[in-house]
């Protein structure tokens, strides 16, 4: 069954006693890099928007959380919490959490050469953060920072 997504993120944030939702849109096409190596040789870090934790970790909060969790590549599957806003979106990614955390595929592609290697964490935050200011302020260079420290050559965005 479909999900009205924005229907359902403005009714979550109204009962949650937000003003309404001001969705993003952005004034320019962001700059475009191509690749300065093959895939095969590039080492490949992740970011899900699913508030994606290890068993362990401390779970995201609902309002404005522009934290992020670091998430060991050789985590299990099995060991994947999920905290996020939009509850509404998570049965499936907890029977699955390669549904929005794809872990496995991302070791397989590494396994197979499809990608040079994954960067040693994997990263997740919660994606529904109300403040677009404090997202661009704190969590956009906050991962930016984690990719550049891992030697990440490119990265693979999994929004929820």
Sequence with gaps: MPVEYIKSITERYNSLGYA????YQAEEAPPW???EKPLS????????????????QVAYYYKDDTSHRAIPKD?????????????NYLPDARRDPNCVF???????LAAEGAIGELADDL??????????RRA??????????????????????VPL
Excluded: K, N
């Design 102 to 108: 794809p872990i496995e595929p991302l070791r397989q």
């Design 123 to 132: 990263f997740s935050c919660m994606g529904g953060i109300y403040s677009r």
């Design 136 to 157: 661009v302020e704190e969590l956009a260079p906050a991962m930016h920072d984690a990719f550049q420290a891992q030697g990440v050559d490119v990265a693979f965005l």
């Design 75 to 87: 985590t299990p599957a099995a060991e994947l919490r999920f905290s996020h806003i939009t509850e």
């Design 33 to 35: 890099a191509p690749l």
């Design 41 to 56: 040789d590039c080492r490949v870090g992740m970011l899900s928007t699913a508030g994606t934790y290890v068993a362990g």
């Design 20 to 23: 309404p939702y001001q969705w």
